[in-house]
């Protein structure tokens, strides 16, 4: 035997115990890892779906993209690759058509539903599920039932005094800031916020955060958007079970923290507004039509009421649900038509030509503006305020979607930003153009316009869908009617966000002009 291999041997047998056992479990771990990198690209259901193959191997490239901030781009370019369905990970496919949004999220006769993900949804800290997190089918529909009735049409109907209020005074505030001497040059984005979470604030809990009021955000809302990175974290963690106690604790403490301030912030504004009673038609009082309850835990479809602390758990979603997108949205929609003139001008002609005055704009006949509503669409498409997906289950047996058969427990989802960029479903795909939602420019006759579904559909589809549309409809037709707005130069490259969820949205400054 050589000299050299004899060494190794003789230092072999004389290694201790515990070096050995030591290096036993580096052998089994890697000897592990090599089989499942195998199993996962040559063995796998899932094998035969093309995508990058070390996203096959790993859940880790596509958490990297996730906490990079910019998954919505890297799924948009493996589409571009690979086509309408790709694998991201070693259980999970990407999806970008419009039937795939329907077998996904829509009710398919003769079909199981494709149910939640939990890995995909976080709990709120007091670990009681609320409408968007709950994975349980007779929890959500319980959920909805209860706040169906406070999104209906005829409550909508009844709180268009509220929130047309609460525009006027936005309007009224945009006017002070073109006399201060500030020469009308104001952060769009912000004042849009201040009006979406004024409105959410007093349909949820009857009482303003009087963000018009002070000229800037309550500190709550702050720190929704500081924890919004941290759940974006803790949901890439839970993609990694077995290391999940581990990487918890990796976390700073003050990240954690700022999550359980919103939350509580949240649970204690609810209990001010439970003592007001059922008197105020608002959200709250559509959960109490039945009641409330002060047990602990959640119940089942037909218990008909809500627990204190699912309560608190909505609140927790719906102020940002229900307020975020909305200032996303009209955030997005003014920078487009800033930077893109003559569909800017287009639609103030629409405006200005359709209400003699502002009192005349009303819900009903800003829905009617058949350009306003195309630019609205147009808006949704290129930035939609949820931009990456909602993560679904293939039920037991596995099922087909959009023509593809997807074994059980795989994970499956349509990724909204690269699915309505995707030059398969739309022409001129990065290009803002609102005429291809009127069907009278034939380049974009064959646009798949049924991919576009920024709410979501089927039973769990957005249950403030129309809220949002009469709210925004509302709030452009009245800021173009009174102003002339212009994009400053500072803020020409504002779509270089991050996504982290939602957007991550920088100031979008621009010069208010009040109409000659």
């Given amino acids: 035997m050589p000299a050299r291999l004899q060494d190794m041997w003789t230092a072999t047998l ?13 052998l089994v771990v890697l000897t592990w890892r ?11 259901p899932l094998r035969h779906f093309p995508g990058p193959k070390l996203w096959a191997v790993s859940r880790i490239p596509s958490q990297i993209s996730v906490l990079s901030g910019h998954t919505h781009l890297d799924i948009l370019e493996l589409h571009k690759r690979y086509g309408p369905v790709v694998r991201i990970s070693p259980t999970e496919l990407a999806f970008n058509s419009a039937q795939a949004f329907k077998d996904i999220y829509g009710v398919r006769p003769g079909h199981q539903s494709f149910s939640k993900d939990r890995s995909h949804y976080v709990y709120p800290p007091n670990g009681v599920d609320h409408l968007v997190s709950a994975v349980d089918d007779a929890t959500h529909a319980r959920h909805r039932k209860l706040l169906a009735s406070a999104f209906s049409e005829r409550e909508l109907k009844g709180q268009e005094g509220l929130i047309r209020g609460y525009v006027d005074t936005l309007i009224s505030k945009l006017r002070v800031q073109i006399r201060d001497g500030k020469e ?6 912000s004042w849009l916020n201040y009006t979406t979470f004024d409105i959410l604030g007093d349909l949820m809990f009857g ?5 018009l009021k002070e000229s800037k955000l309550h500190p709550w809302i702050e720190l929704i958007f500081n924890s919004i990175k941290a759940i974006s974290l803790m949901g890439a963690i839970n993609q990694f079970p077995a290391l999940n106690a581990v990487l918890q604790k990796m976390i700073p403490q003050s990240v954690i923290q700022k999550g359980v301030d919103h939350f509580n912030l949240g649970a204690r504004r609810v209990d001010r507004r439970l003592e007001m009673g059922t008197g105020r038609p608002d959200f709250i009082s559509a959960i109490l039509k039945n009641g409330l309850s002060e047990k602990e835990g959640q119940y089942q479809e037909d218990a008909k009421v809500m627990s204190r602390a699912e309560i608190h758990s909505n609140a927790f979603i719906l102020i940002i649900a229900g307020s975020e997108t909305s200032a996303t949205l009209l955030s997005g929609c003014v920078y487009f038509l800033c930077k893109s003139p003559p569909f800017m001008r287009n639609l103030v002609d629409e405006i200005r030509s359709s209400f003699a005055a502002d009192q005349d704009i009303t819900f009903t006949k800003a829905a009617k503006l058949t350009y306003l509503n195309a630019v609205i669409e147009e808006s949704l498409r290129m930035y939609p305020p949820f931009v990456t997906s909602l993560a679904r289950l293939a039920p037991p047996g596995g099922d087909t979607v959009a023509g593809y058969f997807v074994p059980e427990n795989t994970t499956v989802a349509c990724h909204h930003y690269a699915s309505y960029h995707s030059s398969s479903n739309f022409a001129l795909p990065d290009s803002f153009i609102p ?10 006759e064959n646009d798949k316009k049924e991919t576009l579904q920024p709410f979501s559909l089927g039973p769990r589809g957005c249950i403030g869908k129309t809220l949002a549309y009469a709210e925004i409809r509302l709030i452009i037709c009245k800021l173009l009617f009174n102003f002339d707005i212009a994009l400053c130069p500072e803020s020409d490259e504002w779509m270089n966000q991050e996504v982290y969820f939602l957007w991550d949205k920088p100031p979008l400054v621009v010069t208010l002009t009040e109409r000659a």
């Fill in 14 to 26: 004389f290694m201790s115990p515990s070096a050995l056992v030591g290096g036993g479990v580096v």
């Fill in 207 to 211: 009482e303003s955060f009087d963000c």
């Fill in 34 to 44: 090599l089989y499942r990198a195998v199993y996962n690209i040559y063995l796998s």
């Fill in 435 to 444: 005429e291809r939602w009127l069907g009278t420019d034939p380049r974009f």
């Fill in 184 to 189: 009308g040059k104001v952060d769009i984005k």
